[in-house]
DNA sequence: GTTAGGG
DNA sequence: CCCTAAC
């Protein structure tokens, strides 16, 4: 099972990376701008499940994909592999606050920087090279990195750097001392090419990704946790010696950006969370690099994350990469993690796809502000205070409070769904709910049904036990709410039932719930005064008081 | 991490 | 709702 899911992963991401433009320049391991959005996805619930797997598979990759250099000396044979690799391993976990070339003759290795030269050697059959080959051959020929996927479109222009003309055959890509060869016998150039070639591609840039990519979650914690890892996942490890496999794997590494970055993002926008869903490519290139992220050639666009969207707007074969990394949400601490997770596929996914229709709209030129207004227009809808009108309307004439404060109601509004919840910067730089989630009639009835059980004050027992399904009342909220709902039953007079006399037309609140404060109110107050009213009595009593609290049940 | 209170 | 002192 989990393989499938990898599987699929594998599938999807293909599709997705499918047009990533070019990331030259833009690697960083740490403030990568780089990931995706994995919402659109309907396989994201494979994404704990293979986060979880991710620390013994990364033992796997290390026993079993053999690492090569992509280096010039290209020809180092698999025999050393391991060691390199373990060496590498320990490298490549310190990009994040060391030196990646620590002098070591490993450390190219965890970023394949230099073209190799040496693949313009001899005849070159661009027909039989993967997608990877090819962007080595390109770097080799171009001295740069491209991070197009189409085939035809590197062959081409491959043959053209390469030939040093713009003649060149559609079909046919053999290259040969600078000449384009029209190939009869295709089948010694291509065991020969494939051979020499491949296995000293990426598998190395791969594997470091990985790394780094445990690395980024690590850092990040703050991260909503399951879009995030879904690509970071190495599943096919068991056939990293294939050619294809470490193509594919290659090309659809995309690394997601950290948190440090994304607040970085952040800073300079308006503080608004969805803000730091864009950046422009601008920004990307003139973000602070940790360290020698400056040094890393560009052959890291394969290790970009998978936080951001990298669309390619081809221009004459000139790709601009639009990063895209978005926040869902940036409010309290949420404790109720499977809410969030559950939710997540669908709203984020969605989100995720009006970013897009955002891009194709405005392009890079996008900024931040108008991101937040998109992100905004797109998530106020989504928090619905009118399904609340519709229940409150539905709940108003609660007849008999007893009968109904006992009944376990269950609120078919109460999804859980606090994401899409706008906030709004504070000037001390904290965020604040910028709509008020209005308290319906049935969260109020769960509010008092839950101090009458557990009694006012245990705000976290409440809200664990009788708001389950309202993640998005903190127990701070239920305690703010209590006390105005005492203030609301204590100002009104407690004898009046009229249901519609309350002095504010703005409080729908029925006296008759208000009466029901009350009288809780007033049975806590008396559990708790006893000590000074009646202290002797508790006193020589003993347990009576914390017996009062249990008797409400 | 919770709770209570003030703002 | 936010903030924060006090647990």
Redesign the pocket.
């Known amino acids: 099972m989990e393989v499938e899911g990898l599987l699929e992963n594998e599938k999807r991401e293909t599709h997705i990376v499918a047009d990533t433009g070019q990331a030259l320049g833009c690697n960083s391991n740490e403030v990568s701008p780089s990931g995706m959005p994995q919402l659109e996805s309907s396989e994201d619930s494979h994404c704990s499940e293979q986060h979880n797997k991710l620390p013994s598979i990364d033992e796997k990759l290390q026993s079993q994909i053999p690492l090569q250099e992509t280096v010039p000396s290209g020809a180092k044979s698999s025999s050393d592999d391991h060691v390199t690799q373990s060496g590498r391993v320990g490298e490549c976990l310190k990009p994040l606050d060391g030196p990646l070339e620590g002098g070591s003759s490993t450390s190219t290795g965890c970023i394949s920087s230099k073209p190799d030269f040496s693949k313009l050697k001899g005849e070159i059959c661009l027909d039989n090279l993967s997608i990877k080959e090819l962007h080595e051959v390109f770097k080799a020929t171009f001295g740069r990195d491209t991070t197009v996927k189409d085939k035809l479109w590197l062959k081409r222009r491959i043959a053209m750097g390469l030939t040093n003309s713009c003649d060149v055959s559609a079909t046919t890509f053999v290259i040969k001392d600078n000449k384009l060869v029209k190939k009869d016998n295709e089948d010694g150039f291509n065991n020969v090419n494939l051979g020499a070639g491949k296995e000293h591609l990426a598998v190395a840039v791969e594997y470091n990704e990985d790394l780094l990519n445990n690395l980024s979650s690590q850092i990040d914690e703050h991260q909503t946790t399951s879009e995030v890892r879904l690509g970071n996942n190495v599943v096919e490890n068991n056939f990293a010696s294939e050619d294809l496999a470490a193509d594919q794997r290659a090309a659809k590494r995309v690394r997601k950006p950290t948190k440090r970055y994304i607040e970085e993002l952040s800073e300079a926008e308006s503080k608004e969370y969805s803000g730091r869903s864009i950046a422009s490519t601008k920004s990307i290139g003139f973000r602070p690099l940790p360290s020698k992220a400056h040094a890393r050639p560009a052959r890291n666009v394969s290790l970009e994350g998978r936080t951001v969207i990298m669309r390619l707007d081809s221009l004459g074969g000139f790709g601009i990469q639009v990063p895209c990394v978005y926040r869902i949400r940036r409010?309290?601490?949420r404790?109720n993690v499977t809410a969030l997770l559950k939710f997540h596929p669908s709203g984020m996914g969605m989100t995720a796809t009006f970013i897009k229709k955002g891009f194709d709209v405005h392009g890079s030129q996008m900024d931040n502000g108008s991101m937040n207004k998109v992100l905004e227009a797109k998530s106020t809808p989504e928090q619905a205070p009118e399904q609340f009108v519709a229940e409150s309307k539905k709940e108003t004439t609660p007849t008999d409070m007893g009968q109904n404060m006992g009944l376990k109601y269950v609120d078919p509004s109460g999804d859980t769904s606090d994401d899409n919840?706008v906030?709004v910067p504070?000037?001390?730089?904290?965020?604040?709910?910028?709509?008020?989630?209005?308290?319906t009639l049935s969260e109020v009835m769960k509010l008092v049904e839950g101090v009458s059980k557990y009694g006012?004050?245990?705000?976290?027992?409440?809200?664990?036990l009788a708001f389950a399904s309202y993640s998005?009342?903190?127990?701070?909220?239920?305690?703010?709410?209590?006390?105005?709902l005492l203030k609301a039953s204590f100002a009104q007079t407690p004898t009046d039932k009229g249901a519609n006399s309350r002095k504010h037309p703005s409080m729908p609140i029925p006296a008759s719930i208000l009466l029901r404060v009350r009288e809780l109110a007033e049975m806590q107050a008396q559990a708790s005064l006893p000590n000074l009213s009646t202290g002797k009595l508790s006193a020589c009593g003993g347990r009576s008081v914390n017996e009062t609290r249990p008797g409400y049940l």
Do not use: C, F, M
């Open positions: 409010s309290r601490p404790k919840v906030t504070t000037a001390k730089g904290g965020i604040r709910r910028k709509h008020h989630r209005a308290w006012a004050g245990r705000w976290s027992e409440i809200k664990r998005y009342r903190t127990s701070v909220d239920l305690k703010d709410k209590w006390r105005n």
